[in-house]
């Protein structure tokens, strides 16, 4: 039976046992609402349409305009509200259901607590690569192409846009694993938050001496996305193995974790 009161057969056994049912009605309500609809032109208007009007700007003015210059600013702008986005739209999907008393009761039926977190997770994944990396890099090279500057090769668009993707993923399973820690929604969105801006001072804080902390850090993808955009080497290749563990890890906790939360029902 799902939240809204129907009855619903439950599919599976074992580990992954309700997998498909919750999957589909996590997706349900992305789909079968405006939500889906709202987010991409919410953030549409602030990634693509910032960008745009800083485009015009940058082209009217005296200073001189390099498109790979100003690539570089946007990947940067993506990044940073990529994980911003993250952060404000899934803190509340473990935690919410968890004060509520949802998850007690959903828990009671024949589904697992690996399904019911892999479905979220999943399931909001595949809409917020959509909506927060794919449209917006799509919209913006098409943007290029209109006002003149050139567009970028789609293929080279493809591999940046998969490194943001990649930095999607960490934000994403950050605050699922952080979720299932906490019960308040102040935890959940803070600590992300704390992270995401001690970024920005983590350089100037090591110094040159401690360089190698910061391919370490997830913006590095973000950063690096740019190289690939205008066909240049990557610096290193070290953030493309640590931030993928690290979210694979996340995952993991955050399974082991929700196995151990305590429901009466459940």
């Known amino acids: 039976m799902n939240h809204e009161g129907s009855m619903k057969e439950i599919e599976g056994s074992g580990t992954f046992c309700g997998l498909k049912n919750k999957v589909m009605e996590e997706n349900g309500r992305w789909w079968k609402t405006r939500k889906w609809l709202v987010q991409s032109a919410v953030w549409l208007v602030l990634i693509d349409g910032l960008s ?17 210059g100003f690539l570089g600013v946007y990947m940067g702008l993506m990044g940073w509200f ?12 473990v935690v ?32 917020l690569l959509a909506i927060l990396v794919l449209l917006q890099g799509v919209v913006f090279n098409v943007v290029l192409g ?3 500057v050139g567009t970028v090769p789609w293929v080279n668009l493809a591999e940046g846009l998969g490194l ?35 970024q920005t001072i983590i350089p100037t804080i090591l110094g040159s001496s401690a360089s190698w902390v910061t391919l370490l850090l997830p913006q590095r993808l973000s950063e690096y996305s ?31 974790r929700f196995k151990r939360e305590e429901f009466k029902g459940a």
């Open 52 to 68: 745009t009007i800083a485009l015009f700007q940058l082209r009217q003015s005296e200073a001189g305009f390099t498109l790979s």
């Open 82 to 93: 990529v994980a911003f986005g993250i952060i404000i739209l899934t803190q509340s999907d």
């Open 96 to 127: 919410e259901e968890k004060q509520s008393g949802t998850a007690e009761w959903v828990l009671s039926s024949p589904l697992s607590r690996e399904s019911f977190i892999l479905s979220k997770l999943s399931v909001n994944l595949a809409w």
């Open 146 to 148: 209109f006002v003149g």
């Open 164 to 198: 943001q993707g990649l930095h999607l993923v960490f934000w994403a399973t950050l605050v699922l694993v952080l979720g299932t820690f906490f019960r308040s929604r102040n935890a959940v969105i803070g600590i992300p938050l704390i992270f995401l801006f001690l």
């Open 226 to 256: 740019t190289n690939l955009i205008l066909g240049n080497p990557l610096p290193s290749l070290v953030p493309l193995f640590v931030v993928p563990c690290a979210s694979v890890a996340f995952v993991l906790l955050a399974i082991l």
